[in-house]
């Protein structure tokens, strides 16, 4: 039976999480630190900073590769959450 592509895409996903190395790399959470505030969430700071939270998954993406980025007039920071 031939599956859908949104029915593949689902699949796969599931099948990744199997990966030891993609588990953790996607279980690890970080709180992030804006202009010396911290946030639970990168989404919970564009939320309490009033900005677009259209652009904050691909924001968020860059932060996580370079582990500090600016957006607009604030300095988002990575923290390790403990």
Known sequence: MVRNTAE?????????WKNR????ARSIKHRV???GIEHKSVRAAFVALHLDLCRHA???????ESGRKKFD?????????V
């Open 58 to 64: 691909v924001f968020r993406k860059q932060l996580k």
């Open 73 to 81: 007039r604030y300095t988002f920071v990575l923290v390790a959450n």
């Open 33 to 35: 630190r804006v202009n």
């Open 8 to 16: 593949k895409i689902g699949a796969a996903t599931a099948a990744s």
């Open 21 to 24: 190395k993609v588990r953790a």
